[in-house]
């Protein structure tokens, strides 16, 4: 059946704004860096949305050149939503992890690996047994050239798929980045403070062609 969180709620049927901006009250929990929404000079960001954010960040900030991240929400209608508005599915965001990086280090094509082969985005509103709009995929970029490679990259890895046997069409959402808003502090780097925690990441054994 469809799950009513998995419905998208539009302007008019979302929940209110909020008055109060969530600013995460503690520096990255792994490498001490100021959690912050704006890039750095000589970097860059892109957002992305794998389904639960906090296996998602432990991925990328493994990366050699990812040089910050953080957890929020993005995509959605509601200003300065909390972690239990967006769960509710009534605020048209989706959890996403902001990924800052330095190009000359890392190339978004590895950082697009990262996201296509780590999480399933041909399911729509769920990942997994995360159901609801919140947990869809989604790329939300920064400029032409980020558009251009992640586009490039979807068609690569929708052959892929179809080459490995898998026929589902991708449902990832890919639009200009709009506000982002930081989730609480408690979620900022969650599985580096509690190793064992969940995360419900699953990828489809098909990777990202090399050499776009």
Same mark, same amino acid.
Request: hydrophobic residues 35%; aromatic residues 14%; negative net charge.
């Given at each position: 059946m469809f799950n009513k969180k998995q419905q998208p709620v539009t302007l008019e049927t979302a929940l209110p704004d909020r008055q109060n901006e969530i600013i995460p009250s503690e520096p990255h929990a792994v490498n001490g860096s100021r959690l912050n929404k704006e890039t750095p000079e000589g970097q860059q960001q892109i957002l992305v949305a794998m389904g639960c954010f906090w296996g998602a960040e432990r991925l990328f900030w493994k990366i050699d050149g990812v040089t910050n991240t953080s957890v929020g929400y993005s995509g959605g209608f509601t200003t300065h939503p909390t972690y239990d508005d967006v769960c509710s599915a009534k605020t048209g965001h989706a959890?996403?992890? &902001?990924?800052?990086?330095?190009?000359?280090?890392? /190339?978004?094509? $590895?950082?697009?690996?990262?996201?296509?082969?780590?999480?399933?985005?041909?399911?729509?509103?769920?990942?997994?047994?995360?159901?609801?709009? &919140?947990?869809?995929?989604?790329?939300?970029?920064? /400029?032409?050239? $980020?558009r251009d490679a992640v586009k490039a990259s979807k068609d690569a890895f929708q052959a892929a798929l179809k080459a490995a046997g898998k026929h589902e069409e991708i449902t990832t959402e890919i639009r200009p980045a709009g506000a982002y808003y930081f989730a609480e502090t408690f979620h900022q780097q969650y599985l580096h403070k509690n190793p064992n925690g969940y995360c419900g990441l699953g990828g489809t054994g098909v990777c990202l062609p090399p050499n776009l």
């Open positions: 959890e996403v992890v &902001q990924v800052v990086y330095d190009p000359k280090i890392v /190339d978004l094509q $590895q950082l697009l690996a990262t996201f296509w082969e780590s999480h399933d985005p041909t399911q729509g509103m769920r990942q997994g047994n995360d159901v609801g709009t &919140q947990y869809r995929s989604g790329i939300y970029w920064f /400029d032409e050239e $980020q």
